[in-house]
């Protein structure tokens, strides 16, 4: 499996297994900051920035950890390894930016706890990529999950106008229209993607 | 939601919040990843919500054992080094006991770690708490959300391969409804679940309200 080009593994984490809308990780954040289009986007660029440096943390520790023979503390490391990144970019944001970091509130430190960063580097382990490959997937990881929260956000900033049943208001309207986009995204499945 | 600062005694309500009040999927919205990802099929949405139960049951003990020894600063890593590490034991169990199961839940038993539901239970109810309530809450919690994960994995295999927990329950010419063991169906699904108790729970609320309103006329 790691014969890929880089190219496919890039559309097909980006956009064949969304990981967001087929492979439902990150589903929190998802629900949670599409509410406005521009928290949204500046949530999307800072998981970006977190599953970059966790993707190439987990592919040196996982070489460290292969090469003692002791795999089974791998779940650990990388847990830990997340923690600190996040805490990295909490950092920076309350420096550079307090705006942002006011918005994005409490959704900050709970990138930690966002799958789709465990889950980029745990499928990279399980399809043993090579350095390259596992930048390309875990960028595109990033970008899948930066577009479907902006098309949510953007669907959900028209909807706040519209009428709605009353019953279907929140999180049950929110479901709904993921499942729509998600119905949509798999139009792409014909781009030659395979569940993985 | 408030919680309770104090230690609180055990009473029924203490597990039966976890099932309806504050049920981890329908009514907090906590770790929705494995709901919708593993209920394809009945059987897995019980065999993770088992798992989940446990990894809930076993970290939140810890934790409230040692809640005087963790020091503030570093309580969120400290609890999820111990997730992880109940996580890692379940992932060889499930590896074990039968490896059908392990593929299909695939890279979810390892994505328990990051349910927030376990982490939230750890930070928010078993560092104050009592053991004996925190098993009993907790215990609560995992069969609430074992059950949601059966309402959800049930449904969607009756009506995505028109059969439950592997038996089929429809006759041969029966068409199924593809969409709702793929990806979409599971947003669908669980949309539907909130919308059936919005709606129950604004009914409620009427009556309520018309009873109130009755009640003001009549004095």
């Not at chain 1, 492979?23 to 599409?34: A, D, E, T």
């Not at chain 1, 490391?77 to 970019?89: E, F, G, K, N, R």
Request: charged share 10%; glycine share 8%.
């Amino acid at each position: 499996m790691a014969a890929e080009s880089l190219t496919f593994i890039f559309l097909n984490a980006a956009i064949i297994n969304n990981f967001v809308l087929a492979l439902f990780l990150g589903i929190c954040p998802f629900l949670g900051v599409s509410a406005k289009r521009d928290t949204a986007w500046h949530m999307g660029l800072a998981v970006i920035f977190v599953m970059l440096v966790s993707s190439v943390s987990a592919y040196a520790i996982n070489w460290l950890l292969i090469r003692f023979d002791i795999q089974f503390l791998r779940l650990i490391c990388y847990i830990a390894v997340i923690a600190s990144a996040v805490q990295l970019v909490e950092m920076a944001m309350k420096k550079f930016s307090p705006a942002l970091f006011r918005a994005l509130g409490i959704f900050l430190p709970l990138i930690t706890t966002n799958c789709a960063i465990l889950g980029v580097a745990l499928f990279q382990t399980f399809r043993e990529y090579d350095f390259l490959q596992c930048l390309a997937f875990s960028l595109g990881a990033g970008v899948g999950f930066t577009l479907a929260l902006t098309l949510m956000a953007g669907l959900r900033e028209r909807l706040e106008l519209a009428n709605v049943p009353n019953v279907s208001q929140g999180a049950a309207l929110t479901l709904m229209l993921a499942g729509l986009l998600s119905l949509a995204f798999m139009g792409f499945a014909g781009l030659g993607g395979q569940h993985a | 939601m408030n919680l309770p600062n104090q230690e609180e005694t055990v009473t029924a309500d203490t597990f039966l919040r976890g099932l309806w009040e504050e049920n981890p999927v329908f009514v907090m919205l906590l770790g929705m990843c494995p709901v919708l990802a593993v209920t394809n099929s009945a059987i897995n949405a019980l065999a993770m919500g088992l798992a989940t139960t446990f990894v809930l049951l076993c970290s939140s003990s810890l934790v409230s054992l040692f809640r005087k020894l963790i020091p503030k600063q570093v309580r969120i890593a400290t609890y999820i080094v111990i997730i992880a590490t109940f996580v890692t034991i379940v992932d060889y169990g499930i590896q074990a006991i039968s490896l059908d199961l392990y593929n299909a839940l695939g890279a979810f038993i390892q994505l328990i770690v990051v349910n927030c539901m376990i982490l939230g239970r750890a930070e928010a109810y078993a560092s104050k708490q009592r053991l004996g309530a925190t098993v009993v809450n907790g215990l609560g919690m995992g069969v609430g959300f074992t059950i949601a994960l059966l309402c959800l994995g049930g449904v969607r295999e009756i009506l995505g391969a028109g059969s439950l927990f592997g038996f089929p329950l429809f006759a041969e010419n029966f068409q199924p409804w593809v969409v709702m063991i793929l990806p979409p169906g599971g947003f669908f699904v669980l949309g539907g679940w909130l919308l059936l108790f919005n709606w129950y729970r604004q009914r409620r609320e009427r009556k309520l309200m018309e009873q109130q309103g009755a009640s003001v006329h009549g004095s």
